[in-house]
């Protein structure tokens, strides 16, 4: 009966420290930050007169089978390579 007692209260201890780390005051703050920041400029109005910097266009995806299925790192001179594993 002793024994179910400290486990009941151990259990309870690790609930409470675990709801008491969920919710903090640092959550408060970050929520109460974001609510008192002024929104940005929107793109189209230029800031202190200053143009936006055009964003660049993303670089073309690489052929990935064709780096698969070249014979790029299929051969070496090190002694691991050469090795017998079975």
Do not use: W, Y
């Not at 675990?18 to 940005?40: L, T």
């Not at 200053?50 to 090190?78: C, H, V, W």
Request: proline share 12%.
């Amino acid at each position: 009966m002793r024994r179910s007692r400290e486990i009941a209260l151990f259990l309870a201890i690790a609930v409470l420290l675990f709801a008491m780390s969920c919710g903090g005051r640092s959550d408060a703050a970050n929520s109460n930050d974001e609510i008192s920041r002024p929104a940005p400029p929107s793109p189209a109005e230029p800031a202190h007169g200053f143009q936006m910097p055009q964003e660049k266009p993303s670089p073309a995806l690489p052929n990935l089978q064709a780096e698969i299925l070249d014979e790029r790192g299929k051969t070496t001179t090190s002694p691991l390579g050469t090795f017998d594993f079975k």
